[in-house]
């Protein structure tokens, strides 16, 4: 069973900082992209940040030179550090883990956590 389980969601003021986590359990974590997206209300969901199973990265522009992603295989687990937020960063911030080989492709999606950017 799949599961994917993100933390460190809250509310912060205007240019403070969070530290997502999402630990993932089921899969064999260091052989998936993992990706971090957000969904504001009213908004559809969009990629934030993606780190594949080799290490590469890739930012949203709205991402880039403030939020950083990173992932430690030995603990299954993929972070967002998140700098500098503005309150259009708010949203539920979910977690991806995506693994494709030829035509097979496994994608999973963990609950959610809340940020709220808000003096």
């Keep these: 069973q799949v599961q994917l389980v993100e933390s460190g969601g809250g509310l912060v003021q205007p240019g403070g900082s969070l530290r997502l986590s999402c630990a993932a359990s089921g899969i064999i974590f260091s052989t ?27 930012y949203a522009d709205s991402a880039k030179g403030r939020f950083t992603i990173s992932r430690d295989n030995a603990k299954n687990t993929v972070y967002l550090q998140m700098n500098s937020l503005k309150p259009e960063d708010t949203a539920v911030y979910h977690c991806n883990a995506d693994w494709k080989w030829l035509a097979i492709s496994k994608s999973y999606w963990g609950q959610g956590t809340q940020v709220t950017v808000s003096s």
């Design 32 to 58: 998936y992209d993992m990706g971090w997206y957000r969904q504001a209300p009213g908004k559809q969901r969009e990629l934030v940040a993606l780190i594949t199973s080799g290490g590469m990265t890739n």
